[in-house]
């Protein structure tokens, strides 16, 4: 089965409540996979960088403004990273280090907040070069999420957002992100890419 919403209806009364629904997506599920091609994942979002976002968001959707409200809940969100109860497997493309939210200060803390956190026990995280060859067609973002109540898949587009619970195209989406992080790079490889990105955003 497959939702869609538009996001005008969905962030009807702001960000915050939107950012709730998605906190208890994330505490309900133990495990989860994420692949993000063109920007950070949220739940390794700093401050700083979540508030350029949403307040892109709140600017180009025209819904009401609420932007600090919404940022302290997807801060909560990232609890799940510490608790010792979740574990998720997270691939970024290697342009969403790149990609200028904020400017170059916001970029480089959150380059740094990424090499921090990049050995949590939770997180296997990995980084897809920009030159990766890979056997599936680059997807947009999307997320898969494993709870009590089923699987699901999780996708943002511009309009309006996605939710997948149909078994065998959850299991296409599991493929989908085998083959990407087949191409990703992991340890000491994604940290160098990191860093990289780092350096750039330090000039």
Known sequence: MTHTTPWQQRLATGTEDIQGE???WYQESRYGKAFVPTMVWGTLQTE???TAVLRKVVE???VPDD???GVAKRMERQQVLYDGEHRYDVVLGEQGLYTNIGGASVMREQMERLLRDFGLPSLN???LPSTAEVSVIPEPAFSIF???EGRRVDYELVSR???ITEPSEVALHDRAFDAISAGARYGDAARELISKALDHWSR
């Open 22 to 24: 998605v906190i208890r």
């Open 48 to 50: 700083a960088y979540a």
């Open 60 to 62: 180009f959707l025209g």
């Open 67 to 69: 932007v600090p409200a």
């Open 125 to 127: 995280l990995g980084i």
């Open 146 to 148: 494993e709870t009590d």
């Open 161 to 163: 957002g996605v939710d």
